[in-house]
């Protein structure tokens, strides 16, 4: 009846996964991408060039050897931009070969173009080329598109002084100085990075603080760190205008404060790239940011069309999209599916690192639900030493009525990484107890969990002591 038993809008994250999954069903699957966006926003524009970047920055400073070495230790003295972008562009170019072959290797049909709705089950997928165009028709559908940097209005992108978080990796030089408009989690991993490259940076944010989904401590010892990197925070501010004058540019905030810079980087939000689906087509609609509503099985107002990835909203992270494509596939086709929703991990690739699993404190504490910190400093462990981080931090919440692990914070070297420790640990049910009793390799940045767990079973213990004198 169908040409296909499912289409996928998109080949980002989510689209792959969806794809591959129901490839593995037996299903006939087609993804519809334009020709040069395969792998999506996340391999072209997004994750891989930006943290692809970021290593390049990292290992061309030498800054993770300042510790041992000094603040003037670099690797390269002369940084250019052509050396950050070369990396990046052999880590995307293969990515988008890996991409193309898995979903090849299913056998996915790739359609190239781009997608819009005819009605709920018809799509026309239009090529560059005039008149090149394909309309194939699938049983269930999954919109996959992402989103793409919002531009307001007011401000005048020229793409070489006034940039936005794509535009930055085609910069044509690095910036001496640099104004970053919006602190979420793009802003200040660019912000970080180009502070590791020594650019004086400026991050002006409306609201109050930054990054206010993390745990505070972890935030502030962020935020101590940039500073400490000559990063100034403007946080209550909003942009009036941005001026461009010869040798730059110059930034107007409402409050009258007026900031020259070579380059101006726009992080103010994404939006959905919704507006060439032709949505009403298919009897749906998008919010004012382009987003797509769906329900907790990733199904939109039609219900056997599935949106999944940043189109829908947070947490928007390459790792969530992959298991909402995953899932929204298994959905489509009745396929049992378990989400462990509350265990996923955010990662947030600053310049160091921070990344956390579970509950914060303040949700713990605003829930009113009992638990003890237990706390391990990078300073304390020989790896720490070892690698030259002195700043970095690993904090456990722990329940003083189970003694089940109910979040992990990790600040500094790895932290990505570490986090999955305290995930697979809560996953499983298991306690602090394991931690205190297992057998850590030595030396390593891991026996953090150790050590904070010692930290957290020596205070309920006192307290257990206190309650029963």
Known sequence: MYDYDLLVIGSGPGGQKAAIAAAKLGKRVAVAERRDMMGGVCVNTGTIPSKTLREAVLYLTGFAQRDLYGASYRVKSEITIGDLLARTQHVVGREVEVIRNQLLRNHVDLLA??????????????????GDHTTVTAEHVVIATGTKPARPAQVEFDDHKVLDSDAVLRMERVPASLVVVGAGVIGIEYASMFAALGTRVTVVEKRPQMLD???PEVVESLKFHLRDQSVTFRFGEEVAKVEVAPKGTVTSLASGKRIAADMVMYSAGRQGVTEELDLEKAGLSAD???????DD????????????GDVIG?????????????????????????????LQ?????????ISYCGRTEAELTTSSVPYEVGTARYRELARGAIVGDSYGMLKLLVSTDDRTLLGVHVFGTGAT?????????????????????????????????KVAALDATNKIRALEAFGTA
Do not use: K, W
């Open 345 to 353: 991990p955010i990662g947030i690739y600053t310049v160091p690192e």
């Open 297 to 308: 099985r990733y199904r939109t107002a039609v219900p056997h069309i599935y949106a999944v």
């Open 417 to 449: 990484d570490l986090v999955h420790i305290g995930q697979a640990i809560m996953g499983c049910g298991g306690t602090v107890d394991y931690l205190v009793d297992t057998v850590l390799n030595y030396p390593t940045l891991s026996e953090a969990y």
């Open 314 to 342: 947070f947490p928007a992270l390459a790792a969530t999209s992959m298991d909402q494509g995953r899932l929204a596939a298994y959905h489509a086709f009745g396929e049992p599916a378990r989400e462990l929703q509350d």
């Open 213 to 215: 989904f993390c745990d």
């Open 113 to 130: 173009g781009t997608a819009r709705f005819e009605d709920a089950h018809t799509v026309t997928v239009a090529g560059e080329a005039r």
């Open 288 to 294: 004012a940011r382009g987003r797509i509503s769906v």
